[in-house]
């Protein structure tokens, strides 16, 4: 089924540690990104991808990083990890990096830093 | 500072009776909005758009209204069903070609049979 692939399901990290969240998509699409959710404040962007070898920074960028080696694949790293990145995290594509484009949701990482 | 807010947390109806899911936004530079739908344990998935250029948009049961005077957007679901019982969150898009949508809080919608 085409769609966009998150690993791992869920996870708990001790502080300090280094994390990478991969998220594959098989719909060949342009753009990609990466969103936490937060009790109370929605969906907030991270990082975003508008085609392979272009990243750039959404609304809560800090203490993260991603790169777009290739059209299908967008990792996000946590270099050092904290307790207030403790969140669920979805990853996303859309055909291209257009206004009103709709975005394709993966079903998400959740992420416990202790 | 909340550019898209959705001000309710949630919203109980009745099946069968009308949901009407409220979101006001600040920025007058947004032209698209859009809305998705959330169950526990999935990711978001789009429902309905609207462009700013416009003021109704419609999709069976669902309707979207824009008032771009108040900055106010609203989606209709009617009637309503048990299975709309979810997450819905409005979602706003600037113009350009970033495709960054920026999202209200949330409403929980709870429809009782």
């Known amino acids: 089924i085409a769609g966009i692939t998150q690993a791992p399901t869920s996870q708990i990290l001790a502080a300090g540690r280094r994390m990478t969240l991969r998220c594959t998509q098989d719909?060949?699409?342009?753009?990609m990104y990466w969103y936490r959710q937060d009790l109370g404040l929605g969906l907030r962007l991270i990082h975003y991808s508008n085609t392979a070898g272009t990243t750039g920074k959404g609304e809560v960028p800090d203490g993260y990083s991603v790169s777009r080696a290739n059209t299908d694949d967008f990792p996000l790293t946590l270099a050092s990890a904290v307790p207030s990145q403790t969140s669920v995290y979805f990853c996303?594509?859309?055909?291209?990096?257009?206004?009103?484009?709709?975005?394709?949701f993966g079903d998400g990482t959740r992420l416990s830093i202790l | 500072d909340q550019q898209v807010k959705q001000n309710s947390p949630s919203l109980s109806v009745q099946e069968g009776r009308i949901s009407i899911l409220n979101c006001d936004y600040t920025n007058s530079m947004f032209d698209y909005f859009l809305w998705y739908k959330k169950y526990p344990a999935e990711g978001p998935t789009f429902l309905i758009s609207i462009s700013s250029i416009k003021d109704k948009n419609e999709d069976g049961r669902f309707t979207v209204f824009l008032n771009k005077s108040a900055k106010h957007l609203s989606l209709h679901i009617v009637p309503s069903q048990p299975g709309d019982s979810a997450v819905y969150f409005c979602?706003?898009?600037?113009?350009?070609?970033?495709?960054?949508?920026?999202f209200g809080q949330g409403t929980t919608l709870q429809v009782k049979p």
């Open positions: 719909m060949r699409h342009n753009a």
């Open positions: 996303a594509s859309s055909a291209w990096g257009g206004t009103g484009q709709p975005q394709h």
């Open positions: 979602a706003a898009s600037l113009s350009g070609n970033t495709g960054k949508l920026i």
